[in-house]
């Protein structure tokens, strides 16, 4: 079974400053999807980038990145030039070429100061 | 915009009643899905359909069942619910059953709250 651990509970960040959010996960599968998705105070889960375990280049989405670590294990988020806007709840998510299932990691909560 | 409308935002419950939690997607999604949230632990699924009146066990159904008589419309139901069973409940659809091709789209979400 696949695991996804996100390790920080809670993150804060300054506005126009930037900010890595972390996501580790566990599968013995070699080709697999991952996910970033942010959920903000009005609960709506929205998609903010996806990585495929195959290619090597780094997803990109405006100010959102990711770095992706295949040995390693990792999936981490970059939000560069931090808005009000980003403050939420942030999830990883997994899930293998074959699935129908993601799995969720336990989610970071991010605050962004004025 | 794929719309997906879960019927209550809140919804206050006594232990051993039947909740019923409608959800209903306008894009005539193939995929259809009830997802449980709570702190720590992030979303796990109860249950998930592929296609009308057919449906596939997730990571918790136990004490869950589910109901797809039409292809618009999925409903979680708790046929007594426990006090364990006050969470958040989030509705989803995907046209396609291969995530990475077809991203998920979530409704608002229903705050269940049983005492």
């Known amino acids: 079974a696949q695991t996804v651990t996100q390790s920080q509970p809670e993150m804060s960040v300054q506005e126009a400053e930037t900010v890595t959010l972390s996501c580790t996960y566990d599968?013995?599968?070699?080709?697999?999807?991952l996910f970033w998705y942010k959920q903000p105070p009005s609960r709506q889960m929205i998609l903010v980038i996806r990585?495929?375990?195959?290619?090597?280049q780094n997803a990109t989405e405006n100010r959102f990145s990711v770095n992706f670590q295949k040995a390693a294990k990792s999936f981490s988020l970059k939000i560069s030039d931090s808005q009000l806007g980003d403050a939420a709840m942030y999830f990883c998510?997994?899930?293998?070429?074959?699935?129908?299932?993601?799995?969720f990691g336990g989610g970071t909560r991010l605050m962004v100061k004025p | 915009d794929v719309k997906v409308t879960q019927s209550s935002r809140y919804l206050v419950k006594r232990t051993g009643e039947k909740v019923f939690l409608e959800c209903v997607q306008d894009?005539?999604?193939?995929?259809m899905f009830w997802y449980r949230q709570d702190p720590g632990l992030g979303l796990r699924l109860i249950y998930f359909?592929?296609?009308?009146?057919?449906?596939e066990k997730g990571d918790i159904p136990e004490g869950y069942s589910v109901s797809r008589e039409k292809k618009e419309r999925f409903s979680l139901i708790l046929e007594s619910a426990s006090t364990n069973q006050t969470s958040m409940y989030l509705c989803?659809?995907?046209?396609?059953?291969?995530?990475?091709?077809?991203?998920?789209?979530f409704g608002n979400g229903t705050r269940l709250t049983v005492t």
């Open positions: 998510a997994f899930i293998n070429n074959a699935g129908n299932m993601l799995t």
């Open positions: 989803a659809s995907s046209l396609y059953g291969a995530y990475h091709n077809s991203p998920l789209h």
């Open positions: 599968t013995s599968e070699s080709d697999y999807y």
């Open positions: 359909s592929y296609d009308v009146k057919m449906k």
């Open positions: 894009m005539d999604h193939e995929n």
């Open positions: 990585q495929e375990a195959y290619k090597q």
